[in-house]
């Protein structure tokens, strides 16, 4: 399976993603949970702040790997992905979620949907000329007073991680793309979040890059008032 860097995500990693979809579920259900504890601080972190109604997008939700821990922490969880081979395999093993195809690039969901956006390691797959726009679409379905976390390797560049599925037999393609927290925060920043903590640690068991988590939140609505007396006379 072939790509080229810079391609639509759609036309780039959700063909690999079907294709590895059931090996990848069946790995992460056997193996121990990648995430640090400094990890799970900042996921808890987040929960903590969504406030009601307590729903939140997993924009990128694979098969679903994150779900019990959202549920655990009492969020409503919706999940979107590119790949239908993921969305298959969540369906499967997550009957209860409610799951939607579509692109971290075009939200099909109205503005503020949801009180908190769960980005975990889904942007690493977009290509620097539709992150800003990704960003946006994130920020956008979040409602006011909302909160978003994403979490990404810390870097710069990008890279074909496909091969890490080869000794299961798979060949195929699959562009990472390494970005600053600077950088992540600098286009939330201008989508109208604005950062609330950070965190970025070195690499642990098999890892090979710094991994880094990034939380935001979006400001309350403001409300103007006007002020309907009538002018004192003279």
Do not use: K, N
């Not at 769960?118 to 942007?123: G, L, R």
């Not at 978003?148 to 710069?156: D, H």
């Not at 793309?177 to 609330?196: I, K, N």
């Amino acid at each position: 399976m072939s790509a080229r860097p810079g391609e639509p995500e759609d036309a780039t990693v959700a063909p690999a993603y079907d294709a590895v979809a059931d090996a990848y579920a069946d790995h992460w259900s056997a193996a121990d949970s990648p995430e640090s504890p400094a990890d799970h601080g900042m996921i808890a972190e987040f929960c903590a702040g969504v406030p009601a109604p307590r729903t939140v997008l997993d924009a990128g939700c694979g098969t679903g790997r994150m779900f019990p821990t959202l549920a655990a922490a009492g969020l409503a969880v919706t999940g979107l992905d590119a790949s239908a081979g993921m969305l298959d395999r969540a369906r499967r093993d997550h009957p209860d979620v409610p799951l939607v195809r579509g692109s971290l690039t075009d939200l099909p969901f109205p503005d503020a949907s949801f009180a908190g956006v769960f980005a975990w390691y889904s942007t690493i797959h977009l290509p620097d000329a539709d992150l800003p726009g990704a960003l946006a679409e994130l920020v956008r379905v979040t409602a006011p007073g909302g909160a978003i976390l994403l979490g990404f390797q810390a870097g710069a560049g990008m890279r074909d991680v496909g091969g890490a599925f080869a000794p299961l037999g798979f060949d195929v393609t699959l562009p990472r793309w390494h970005r600053s927290p600077d950088a992540l925060a600098d286009g939330l920043a201008a989508a109208g979040a604005r950062e609330v903590a950070r965190m970025v640690r070195a690499p642990r068991g098999r890892e090979a890059d710094a991994q880094a988590v990034l939380l935001a939140g979006l400001p309350t609505r403001t409300v103007r008032c006007i002020d309907t007396r009538p002018a004192a006379a003279g």
